[in-house]
Each structure stands twice: as C-alpha cells, then as structure tokens.
C-alpha cells in the first residue's frame, strides 16, 4: 500500500539524515578537523547525505498522502523541497563556502 511504503521511506530517511548529521557533528567537534571535507561515514558517497535524507522523507510523506483522496496533489511539496535544497539554499549555499 501507499502507507506503508511512504512510512518506510520516510523512516529511510529521517534515519539517513539523523545519522548523516550526527556524523557530521562528531566530526565537527574534533579540533584535528578543522577546515577539513568530512569523507567518512555517509559523507564518502555523497557531499550532502542530511539533506538526501531530507528529501527522502518528504517523498516518503508524499506517497502517504497518495493513499488518500486526490493525495497524489501533495506531488508539489516533495519536488519543491528536493529542488529547494538542491538548487537554491541547501546544496548551493554550502558549496559556496568550499
């Protein structure tokens, strides 16, 4: 069903984001690191795991709404957080600052 597949991608990716910023903080907060990429954990197969993750969840949200009634219109709130974050201020901000 919808539901079930909307709430199992949404646990992915609350589960990939949490774990893709816990990394990150545990990085972070290592003074030997400073001003270093993170390249471990999650953070070697993509540049910005979180905000994956992030979008993960909200198509997971999606496909939940798609079991109701005219869910599938909720379409517009998934592809506007994957565009937000990928082309105006998640991905584009950071890559700025390196």
Known sequence: ???????????FGLIFEAI???????F??????KGKLMTLG????SRHPNYFGEAV??????????GTYKGWIT????????????YVSGV????RKY
């Open 1 to 11: 069903t919808y539901e079930l597949c909307g709430v199992s991608l949404f646990l």
């Open 28 to 33: 972070i907060t290592n003074p030997e690191n």
């Open 57 to 66: 969840l909200w198509w997971g949200i999606y496909l939940i709404a798609c």
């Open 75 to 86: 379409i517009w709130s998934a592809v506007v957080i994957t565009l937000l974050l990928r």
């Open 92 to 95: 584009p901000f950071l890559e």
């Open 20 to 26: 893709a910023d816990n990394q990150l903080k545990t």
């Open 42 to 45: 999650l953070w070697r197969y």
